[in-house]
């Protein structure tokens, strides 16, 4: 699913290969493929081939982050954060950039590090907000490492 859904997306016509696409990723993550989980995910938060809709998109990236996917935990955690969309749940963002952290994304760690200095969320921890900005900057999150 997931080989069709990317010969689907690089169709000439474009619109219908998105939307071919976004069908294949849909199965494909059914079928516990994370990075077609993602895919989906993507395609819904940008609305291609199929119609915009963020709290779809969400659902994806929380399928794909149940999967080991760390840019999607990162993802799904920014929109719980900004609740716009979804519910907006900070304690259950925070999981999801600790989640995303401990799969090695960076900017999960330095989302998880601000919510830890602030309080959001989770009770204000200095220390490990300083440790969770190190580990960001060592992963190359450059803001962390101010």
């Known amino acids: 699913c997931m080989r069709a859904g990317r010969l689907h997306v690089l169709d000439e ?10 069908a294949f990723f849909g199965k494909a993550c059914t079928g516990g493929q994370v990075e077609g989980c993602y895919q989906a995910a993507l395609q819904f938060y940008n609305g291609l081939g199929v ?8 659902d994806f990236f929380v399928k794909a982050c149940d999967l080991g996917h760390a840019k999607a935990c990162y993802g799904a955690g920014i ?3 900004l ?8 304690p259950r963002s925070v999981q999801l950039f600790l989640k995303a952290c ?9 989302a998880a590090a601000e919510a830890f200095a602030k309080g959001l969320g989770v009770e ?7 440790a969770l900005r190190i580990r960001a900057c060592e992963g190359g999150q450059a803001k962390a490492c101010d």
């Open 124 to 130: 204000a921890d200095a220390a490990r907000a300083s």
């Open 83 to 90: 609740g716009e969309k979804v519910g907006k749940d900070r």
């Open 13 to 22: 016509d474009e619109e219908e290969g998105y939307a071919l696409g976004a």
């Open 79 to 81: 929109q719980y954060a």
């Open 102 to 110: 401990d799969g090695g994304h960076a900017k999960g760690c330095f």
């Open 51 to 58: 119609p915009m809709d963020v709290a779809k998109a969400t």
